[in-house]
């Protein structure tokens, strides 16, 4: 009685291979692809990122050649903390790690230049913001 089901699961053993042969095969293929889109989702995802990264700090770059230029002509068209601030946002998009964009401060420092041109657009009585994205980068990622 023992040899009876032995003969049944070799008959249905070709079966079951065919069936795991299709599946990892099915499987090896998915994966195959959905690395392929990903990585090309992946790389569109990282290009408009890093335009709309670019695009904002030259706004703030483009903003302190200007006030740069109006100190240069006149040591007086600011006051002294004003021009203290102008300095430090220079540091600060100086500092920012343009060819880096894995590093993990990199969200900091964008939140620091923006405080700081805040700071300075307010101490000059002035309304300039950025305006080529969203305010808010949860709402950019859900664009996405």
Same mark, same amino acid.
């Given at each position: 009685?023992?040899?009876?089901?032995?003969? &049944?699961?070799? /008959?249905?053993?070709? #079966? @079951?291979? %065919?069936?795991?042969?299709?599946?990892?095969?099915?499987?090896? !293929?998915?994966? !195959?692809?959905?690395?392929?889109?990903?990585? +090309? +989702?992946? =790389?569109?995802?990282? @290009? *408009?990122?890093?335009?709309?990264?670019?695009? +904002? %700090?030259? /706004?703030?770059?483009?903003?302190?050649?200007?006030? #740069?230029?109006?100190? @240069?002509?006149?040591?007086?068209? /600011?006051?002294? =903390?004003?021009? *203290?601030?102008?300095?430090?946002?220079?540091? @600060?998009?100086?500092?920012?790690?343009?060819?880096?964009?894995?590093? +993990?401060?990199?969200?900091?420092?964008?939140?620091?230049?923006?405080? *700081?041109? =805040? $700071?300075? #657009?307010?101490? %000059?009585? $002035? *309304?300039?913001?950025? &305006?080529?994205?969203?305010?808010?980068?949860?709402?950019?990622? &859900?664009?996405?």
């Amino acid at each position: 009685m023992d040899q009876q089901p032995k003969i &049944e699961a070799d /008959f249905l053993d070709p #079966t @079951l291979l %065919l069936d795991e042969t299709h599946y990892q095969e099915g499987y090896k !293929n998915g994966y !195959n692809d959905g690395l392929a889109s990903g990585k +090309e +989702e992946g =790389r569109q995802v990282g @290009l *408009k990122m890093g335009f709309q990264a670019g695009e +904002e %700090l030259g /706004f703030f770059q483009g903003c302190l050649d200007v006030w #740069t230029s109006a100190i @240069l002509i006149d040591q007086n068209a /600011f006051s002294a =903390r004003v021009r *203290k601030n102008i300095e430090q946002l220079a540091a @600060l998009v100086g500092s920012y790690p343009l060819s880096d964009p894995e590093n +993990e401060q990199i969200q900091d420092v964008m939140e620091k230049i923006r405080l *700081k041109f =805040r $700071v300075i #657009t307010a101490s %000059l009585g $002035v *309304k300039l913001e950025y &305006e080529g994205h969203p305010t808010s980068s949860k709402q950019d990622v &859900e664009d996405l």
